[in-house]
């Protein structure tokens, strides 16, 4: 079955970065696009950023243009997530999902990002 | 950018009886293709968000029969015909005919 499992979660002192990835499996990764949503402790959910698995290209929320950067590695079917100059409103839980046909169809399990001093 | 509004933000129901969710977008999201790429989520504590509607009306794959959506252009509706005790939490809508913009939330609690 569809799955996208992510990475651990993660303890960072503010200004420093974060790389968050997300493996897929039970699909061909390239077939669809990956998006990024994070979600602060008792808000709702807020949508990052999105990139094409195929051509790399990628499509920024401009809450986040310059600080966030979204790549793939399809050798091994994986996403990132780095966001940097962490501040502590970026206390969060940050989540992929596959982004097909216009809609958000699987989600990863979430990763916790706790910005503390 | 699109701004989505939904009402209301927390809706007590009684188990059996049905709930409704409305949500509005700030401009139409009939795509240039013809589609209106309207979606829906429901959330449980400590879950990840779960894909209920896409496209206004077509239920996702597992997706009981009691939940269903409808709408056009800039008004939306979630449905859920009787509620039952697992169907308490978060629901969303989210647009996807410009980037990918949800509404607040709506929280469904049980009176």
């Known amino acids: 079955q569809v799955q996208m499992v992510q990475s651990g979660a993660e303890v960072k002192k503010p200004g420093a970065s974060v790389k968050v990835s997300c493996k897929a499996s039970?699909?061909?990764?390239?077939?669809?696009?990956i998006s990024w949503v994070r979600q602060a402790p008792g808000q709702g959910l807020e949508w990052m950023g999105w990139?094409?698995?195929?051509?790399?290209?990628?499509n920024y929320a401009e809450k986040f243009q310059g600080r966030v950067t979204l790549t793939t590695e399809t050798s091994t079917s994986t996403a990132y997530m780095e966001l940097r100059s962490l501040r502590s409103d970026d206390t969060a839980v940050y989540y992929c999902?596959?982004?097909?046909?216009?809609?958000?169809?699987?989600w990863g399990q979430g990763t916790t990002v706790t910005v503390s001093s | 950018d699109i701004v989505m509004t939904q009402t209301p933000l927390s809706s007590p129901v009684t188990l059996g009886q049905p709930a409704s969710i409305s949500c509005r977008s700030s401009?139409?999201?009939?795509?240039?293709?013809?589609?209106?790429?309207l979606s829906w989520f429901h959330q449980r504590p400590g879950q990840p968000p779960r894909l209920l509607i896409y496209q206004i009306s077509n239920r996702f794959s597992g997706v009981p029969d009691r939940f269903s959506g409808s709408g056009a252009g800039t008004d939306f509706t979630l449905k859920i015909s009787r509620v039952e005790a697992e169907d308490v939490g978060v629901y969303y809508c989210m647009e996807a005919t410009q980037f990918r913009t949800f509404g607040q939330g709506t929280k469904l609690e049980i009176k």
């Open positions: 990139i094409s698995t195929r051509s790399g290209n990628t």
């Open positions: 401009q139409s999201l009939v795509h240039s293709n013809g589609n209106t790429y």
């Open positions: 039970g699909y061909t990764f390239t077939t669809n696009g």
């Open positions: 999902a596959r982004d097909r046909e216009y809609t958000l169809d699987v």
